[in-house]
């Protein structure tokens, strides 16, 4: 029974008598059910003396006796005692019976029943209110409404109870009139409020009619379409364009001397990554960069994120620009530590935070407004509402904190402008076509168009130089040939281009249309082929929007869309093209290519598109003549399924190494449970039986654990004793000469390492390897105190490892690829230093289902066993192994857990019936077995590795049926450890094949696995 | 409103032996009741009369599951050692054969004593209300009797004394649906 409706009985009860009985020995029904139901103290006092009555025969009028028995008053001791009225005084009945009865005790307990009956009868029973309990001739029309309309005698109650009911009802918000609601200034402060907490985009509006709104890291997102989408995003993404906003990715201006800057940056990112910020093409500020940061020296370990980054062009001056987007989870971590590098601590003064007066004024106009004095404000303060809608402060930064920093010693700034700079994203091949479709470069001009407004001013400026107007002939011709270029994917990867256009609003078409390429400017000519190979030169990567001055400019002067609407009707000829002449605005942007997909062998370019960023103010003014060119629109669902297809980890849920993936994590496994447990018992999945340890979040550091134990536990993964050495060298002698050579080479140096075994002592191995192991032991060792495990992003391991994934023989695909990356044998002597180096590391792998099966988030990426591959070769139609059913060796223990609460519940019960009715159970016994769910392993895990019948390798973070290659495929992480083991113990044909399993599953299906770099 | 309609007897235990009094307790009456009524009508009219006697709460309501050792189980709504009354509870077309076995109930038992005594019928409402107005009606006329009847003074100081202090009085009650209009009822 629920407490509500207990307590209701009770309530209820309150008043009611309890049944009185003579308390000779308290037994067990002797307060019957008085905890609740007494009458309240005091009414029956006197009953409590000791004397007794006897009852005569007649009904109509008993006879007496009014002999005393006994003295009054001999068993007063318990009066103090509050609760029930009759139950106080504890005689000995059964010894000291009565003969007879008094006058006084006769008269008195009937007095008293007489109160307890009045008591009882004359408050009202029921829940229903007090014109309902009138009899139905008494009723009246509007009864509940008008009190006057009752007998006098209840008006009084009817009052109170009317009361209350306004008390409970809502309070009626002030604002009245929907009209007054709608009211543009009104409006505009009411969504000021709403966005207090989470920043909305510029679209947001336009998202929230559309989309699922969710509430992250301190912004409004769209999470995908209301309507059907699924289908059609991928399709959108393969054949058209896909539309998405970025705006709320955070973006970090560094500004500094180059060496300066080089120098430290340099500190939190490795070359064995990939990129670093040093990149020549990259620096030159031609082409954009991404890459993960790390906390200062302190790669491998403790990532703080990926970012993507941009140089501003040189342009003569010694300060260079840089930009570092990231994604707003990621921001605080990586912020800090570029302040941290940068010493950069103290606030810079003279940028006044714009957004922070903004909102201080919202917040001073919302409380100053009372709803009497609004009229009076609106055409003061009014005006001034209606830009503070637009700009922005950011979801992540306090607002009242500054966001520039300054260096004292090398006079680096760090400004964060995020939000500053609006950036939207077209994914797919058409995404050329609508850009030059919607975006015309602006037209020279060299006269201002009004002299009072600032409008335009620096593009007058600027047109009277004539090297920048010959740039910005340069830069709108090449704008003029990406029309000749089929897909996006076609330049190469991270292409910028600056341009400056005009306001896309004047050319909207009329009708929603879908752009096709055209086909005629598909020329051949020389041109485009030279932007094929040599790409967009650096000096038209310049762009204006760089400068903040102009930004702010353009933000500042930009035509209303009510001005334009008017300036629309007054035009001569409705419908025709409105040529707004000088006074049109032009806007500095930033094209930026994205590669797509690049890694891995199928499916090249795939996801390619455009970045465009924007200076804020102007989001809607281009997101609409976008929409009209019949883009589709995708949210944050859209954008995982994007990185899905390209098989690229997402941020940050496939970041398990730095504290947004963490916190994501932890987020995520709070959101299962909880859904699991909405679930009645017995229809939740038992993944005790099913053998899951952790189906809700997985285990990293125990994974990686578990398998450095293995290793060091068992000696014949050091020492293969089976017959895979002769097999390995065979192989080695069959595939092409130089590797064998390697071989026999470091076969002295193997011995060396079999000696050893241990780690402590592998720092020979370490030497031999080659140029990657740059890092010293004392910092390895700490390595492995400080944090779990790292995920391994080292490219020429991963390259390697990539080229041992694939089957030997068979197709012979490797000697292939054996040749062309000049990659080793795996043996011993390269992949022990290799695991001495990274104990604990996690490799990030692409796997794709063989025959049947859907992987699901969080399925189980294991080992086969021998027989298995023995049997997928032999039987056509084999799926996979099934795990045998696991015993629940919990739900005995939680059952009996159950039992014991509910016992010591009822004991309780008894307890405070019995004894004190106040008292309560103990909250804390319930509360301890609250941790105990049947069907899910308590806290502390066994060896997930050797949990099931097959050897557990990693978890899938992320798993679908992919619309792009037609199966089912998963991403997620191994350890690197025992992938080698696996690897190392496959057969040459069967290299790289695992199993899957989806957590609530028992049946296990066969998946290639492959690392693409 | 669809529910169950209930009898409720109200009756008093007649006894010559005082010490009966300490019998008057919810299992023995029930049981004696069970009892007769299985003597006279056998296990059709047991049936009949236990049926409503599974739990329940006063408003009549039908209540399923029982819950042992909270509200009274048994047949038996209301009792009051002190002055034997007792109120039953049964369905009301299995009230006929409730109230022709009463009279068969001779004895109470409790604690391995028995002592013989009479159920006197005074009631039979449809409702716990009704019933509780009665008894308050049954009681004055009680003490008004027994004040007539009076015959020292020290007593006639007794009874009055108890009169005047059966009328509720205006408590400061907290919770605030509680009304108290009624002092000029009683006497």
């Not at chain 1, 009190?147 to 109170?160: D, F, G, N, T």
């Not at chain 1, 990293?700 to 060091?712: A, D, S, Y």
């Not at chain 2, 002055?83 to 077309?93: M, Y």
Request: aromatic share 8%; with cysteine.
């Amino acid at each position: 029974m629920s407490g509500a409706r207990e307590k209701k009985r009770a309530k209820k009860m309150r008043n009611q008598p309890a049944s009185v009985t003579l308390l000779a020995e308290p037994g067990p029904f002797s307060g019957g059910g008085s905890s609740r139901a007494c009458p309240s103290p005091g009414d029956v006092r006197s009953e409590q003396q000791n004397l007794q009555q006897k009852f005569s025969n007649q009904s109509s009028g008993p006879s007496y006796r009014k002999d005393h028995y006994f003295p009054k008053g001999q068993n007063r001791g318990e009066r103090g005692r509050g609760r029930g009225g009759w139950q106080g005084g504890r005689q000995s009945v059964s010894e000291e019976m009565p003969k007879y009865i008094t006058v006084s005790t006769f008269a008195q307990a009937r007095a008293a029943e007489i109160k307890a009956m009045l008591k009882a009868v004359t408050q009202k029973s029921s829940n229903s209110l007090v014109f309902q309990t009138l009899p139905r001739h008494m009723r009246r029309r509007a009864m509940s409404h008008n009190i006057k309309r009752l007998p006098r005698r209840l008006q009084e109650i009817a009052k109170k109870e009317a009361e209350k009911a306004v008390h409970q009802k809502k309070e009626q918000s002030k604002t009245k009139c929907r009209k007054a609601r709608r009211r543009h200034i009104n409006l505009v402060a009411e969504f000021n409020r709403r966005q207090r907490k989470n920043i909305w985009l510029e679209t947001h509006i336009w998202h929230a009619k559309r989309f699922h709104m969710i509430k992250k890291w301190g912004y409004c997102l769209g999470d995908s379409p209301t309507e059907k989408c699924y289908r059609a995003c991928y399709r959108a993404m393969t054949k058209h364009c896909l539309l998405q906003d970025l705006s709320y990715y955070c973006c970090l201006e560094l500004t500094g001397k180059e060496n300066e800057l080089l120098k430290q940056l340099a500190r939190i990112c490795s070359i064995d990554t990939g990129l670093t910020f040093e990149e020549a093409c990259c620096l030159s500020g031609r082409f954009e960069g991404s890459l993960n940061l790390y906390r200062a020296d302190r790669y491998p370990e403790d990532m703080l994120g990926p970012v993507t980054f941009i140089w501003k062009p040189r342009d003569g001056s010694e300060n260079r620009h840089l930009w570092i987007w990231m994604h707003p989870a990621v921001k605080q971590d990586i912020l800090r530590e570029l302040q941290a590098i940068f010493q950069c601590s103290e606030p810079e003064e003279i940028y006044i935070p714009e957004p922070v007066t903004s909102i201080q004024e919202e917040k001073q106009m919302d409380v100053v407004l009372s709803p009497g004095k609004k009229r009076k404000k609106e055409d003061k303060e009014g005006e001034k509402a209606v830009p503070v809608k637009k700009i922005i402060g950011d979801g992540t930064r306090d607002p009242c904190q500054s966001y520039s920093w300054v260096s004292q010693a090398t006079g680096i700034v760090i400004s964060d402008r995020t939000m500053e700079i609006l950036r939207y994203r077209l994914i797919g091949p058409l995404s050329h076509s609508v850009l030059t479709e919607t975006l015309k470069a602006a037209s020279l001009q060299t006269e201002k168009a009004d002299s009072e407004t600032e409008l335009n001013n620096w593009w007058v400026e600027n047109c009277k130089d004539s090297a920048k107007v010959s740039l910005h002939e340069r830069q709108s011709a090449i704008f003029e040939l990406l029309q000749g270029i089929s897909s996006p994917s076609e330049m190469p990867p991270g292409t910028i281009l600056g341009l400056t256009v005009g306001d896309p609003r004047v050319n909207l078409p009329k009708k929603k249309t879908k752009t096709m390429p055209d086909f005629k400017k598909f020329q051949d000519n020389d041109k485009v082929r030279h932007l094929y190979l040599a790409g967009v030169p650096v000096d038209c990567a310049h762009s204006f929007i760089w400068n903040q001055d102009i930004c702010k400019n353009v933000t500042e002067n930009k035509i209303s869309e009510q001005e334009l609407n008017h300036m629309r009707a007054q035009l001569l000829v409705p419908g025709s093209h409105l040529d707004l002449g000088p006074s049109e605005s032009k806007i500095p942007i930033l094209l930026v290519q994205q590669p797509g997909k690049v890694a891995g062998e199928d499916l090249p370019g795939w996801g390619s598109g455009w970045d465009i960023y924007l200076p804020k103010g102007w989001g809607m003014a281009f997101w609409i003549p976008f929409i009209y060119r019949g883009v589709r629109v995708g949210g944050l669902q859209e954008a995982l399924k994007h990185s899905e297809y390209q098989r690229t980890p997402h941020t940050p849920n496939d970041f398990p190494d730095c504290q947004a993936g963490m916190q994501f994590a932890k987020e995520l496994e709070a959101s299962l449970l909880e859904k699991f447990k909405r679930r009645p018992p017995a229809k939740r999945a038992n993944y005790v039986k099913l053998g899951t340890l952790s189906p809700f979040i997985c285990p990293w550091g125990q994974l990686t654990k578990n398998w450095e134990g293995r290793m060091i536990a068992s000696g014949e993964f050091v020492h293969p004793t089976s017959p895979h050495p002769d097999h390995c060298a065979t192989e080695g002698q069959s595939s092409c000469g130089p590797e064998t050579e390697v071989v026999k080479e470091s076969s002295p140096e193997t011995g060396e390492v079999e000696t050893t075994m241990e780690i402590t002592s592998s720092e020979d191995a370490l030497k031999t390897e080659d140029a990657t192991g740059t890092q010293d032991i004392s910092e390895r060792d700490q390595t492995m105190t400080a944090s779990d495990f790292i995920v391994l992003r080292s490219q020429k391991v991963l390259m390697q490892l990539s080229a041992w994934c694939y089957p030997t023989a068979g197709k012979d695909r490797r000697i292939r690829l054996i040749s062309r990356l000049g990659q080793k044998e795996l043996t011993e002597d390269v992949f022990l230093p290799m695991l001495m180096r990274y104990p604990r590391a996690l490799v990030w792998v692409h796997l794709s289902l063989l025959r049947k099966g859907n992987p699901e988030l969080h399925a189980m990426i294991c080992i086969p066993t021998k027989d298995d591959l023995l049997r997928l070769s032999k039987d056509k139609l084999f799926c996979g192994p099934q795990e045998p059913r696991h015993r629940d060796i919990f739900k005995q223990k939680v059952q009996k857990l159950k039992e014991e609460k509910k016992k010591k519940k009822k004991k309780d019960n008894m307890k405070a019936i019995e004894s004190d009715p106040t008292s309560f159970p103990d909250k804390e016994t319930t509360e301890e077995y609250e941790d105990l769910i049947l069907g899910l392993w308590p806290d502390a895990l066994p060896d997930v590795t050797s949990h099931c019948s097959r050897t557990l390798l990693g978890y899938v973070t992320r798993g679908d049926f992919s619309l792009a290659v037609g199966c089912g495929e998963a991403l997620g992480f191994v350890s690197l450890t025992g992938l080698l083991y696996m690897l190392h113990n496959q057969p040459a044909d069967k290299k790289g094949l695992v199993l899957l399993r989806s957590p609530a599953s028992l049946q296990y299906r066969f998946a290639r696995l492959n690392i693409e770099v | 409103m669809v529910r169950f309609k209930n009898r409720y007897v109200l009756c008093e235990v007649v006894s010559e032996e005082p010490r009966c009094r300490q019998c008057i307790e919810d299992r023995a009456v029930s049981l004696a009741v069970r009892d007769a009524v299985g003597r006279v009508h056998g296990d059709y009219g047991l049936g009949c009369v236990s049926v409503s006697f599974t739990g329940g709460d006063p408003s009549g309501e039908p209540r399923l599951e029982t819950r042992p050792g909270r509200a009274s189980s048994g047949p038996v709504k209301y009792l009051n050692a002190y002055t034997g009354v007792v109120l039953l509870r049964c369905r009301k077309d299995a009230c006929g054969l409730l109230c022709s076995a009463l009279p068969f109930v001779r004895q109470l038992e409790s604690r391995n004593q028995r002592y013989p005594c009479v159920l006197n019928t005074l009631h039979i409402g449809g409702t716990i209300r009704t019933c509780q107005k009665f008894l308050i009606q049954y009681n004055r006329r009680q003490m008004l009797l027994l004040l007539q009847n009076c015959t020292n003074e020290e007593d006639r100081r007794c009874i009055q004394k108890s009169l005047l202090s059966c009328s509720l009085t205006e408590e400061p009650s907290k919770s605030g649906d509680e009304e108290d209009d009624d002092g000029t009822e009683t006497d």
